[in-house]
C-alpha cells in the first residue's frame, strides 16, 4: 500500500513565476491538507479540501490556490512567486471521520 | 502564527537516557497529536492523543495531556542514536486542521 506521495521533490523557481505542486494520498483517504514549513519553524496549514471543495483554509493570501480530483489527488499552485514562498511544502491525508494524518516526504521549493 | 510552543528547542542525550519534551497551546482542542521530522523531510505519526485522555502509551513512547493547563509531554524512554530528529506537538480543534509548534530538535549521542 503506497503511502502518501508528493510531486516534485524539488524546484527551482524565480520571482513573479507560478508553480503547481502534486498529491497522491493514501489508498482510502478522502481528504488531503497542504502546509507550508519554514526553514527551522513548525508546519503551517494552508487549506484542505474535501469531495473536490476547499473545505477549510489557513491564514494565507490568494495567491496560493488548489484542487482535488475525483481520485482524491490534489494540486497546490502559487502564483507570483516570492522569495519568503521558499519552503518545503508537505501533503497530507487521511480520512474525514478520522483524525490521524499521514505526510508525504514534501516538495522543496526555492524562489530566487 | 504558532499554535503553541515545544520546550524546550534543543535536547541532547547519551543513548540510553531519557527525553522528555513539552508542548503548550491555547485553544480548546478536540486531540493533540506528536510528529517526528528526520532531516527536513516529511512527517511521522507517532502518537495520537484525544482531549478526554490523560495518557497513552506507544512503545517507547509516553504522552501525557492536561487540558486545564493546556500542556503535553512526550517522553522517550531508553533513547537510540536513531531517535535524532525534530520532534512537533500539533492541535486540531476539529476538522484536522493541525497547528503545529516550532519543534524540538533531539540529538541522541551514541
Known amino acids: 500500500d503506497a503511502g502518501v506521495t508528493q510531486s516534485p521533490t524539488h524546484l527551482i523557481k524565480t520571482r513573479g513565476q507560478q508553480v503547481t505542486l502534486r498529491c497522491s494520498p493514501k489508498?482510502?483517504?478522502?481528504?488531503v491538507s497542504w502546509y507550508q514549513q519554514a526553514l527551522g519553524q513548525g508546519p503551517q496549514f494552508i487549506f484542505q479540501?474535501?469531495?473536490?471543495?476547499?473545505?477549510q483554509r489557513g491564514n494565507f493570501p490568494d495567491r496560493f490556490s488548489g484542487h482535488q480530483f475525483p481520485n482524491y489527488s490534489s494540486e497546490l499552485n502559487v502564483n507570483a512567486l516570492l522569495l519568503g514562498d521558499s519552503a518545503l511544502y508537505l501533503c497530507?491525508?487521511?480520512?474525514?471521520?478520522?483524525?490521524?494524518?499521514?505526510f508525504g516526504p514534501g516538495t522543496r521549493l526555492t524562489v530566487l | 502564527s504558532q499554535q503553541g510552543e515545544e520546550d524546550p528547542q534543543a535536547l541532547s542525550i547519551q543513548e540510553g537516557e531519557n527525553a522528555t519534551m513539552n508542548c503548550s497551546y491555547k485553544?480548546?482542542?478536540?486531540?493533540l497529536q506528536w510528529y517526528r521530522q528526520n532531516s527536513g523531510r516529511g512527517l511521522v505519526h507517532l502518537i495520537l492523543?484525544?482531549?478526554?485522555?490523560r495518557e497513552k502509551h506507544s512503545g517507547r513512547l509516553r504522552v501525557t495531556l492536561d487540558t486545564s493547563k493546556k500542556s503535553s509531554s512526550l517522553l522517550i524512554t531508553a533513547s537510540r542514536a536513531a531517535d535524532t530528529a525534530s520532534y512537533f506537538c500539533?492541535?486540531?480543534?476539529?476538522?484536522?486542521?493541525?497547528?503545529f509548534g516550532a519543534g524540538t530538535i533531539l540529538r541522541v549521542k551514541s
Open positions: 500539533a492541535t486540531d480543534a476539529g476538522g484536522n486542521k493541525l497547528v
Open positions: 479540501y474535501y469531495e473536490e471543495e476547499e473545505r
Open positions: 485553544t480548546s482542542i478536540n486531540n
Open positions: 497530507a491525508s487521511s480520512r474525514l471521520a478520522l483524525n490521524e494524518q499521514f
Open positions: 489508498s482510502g483517504h478522502d481528504t
Open positions: 492523543i484525544r482531549s478526554n485522555e
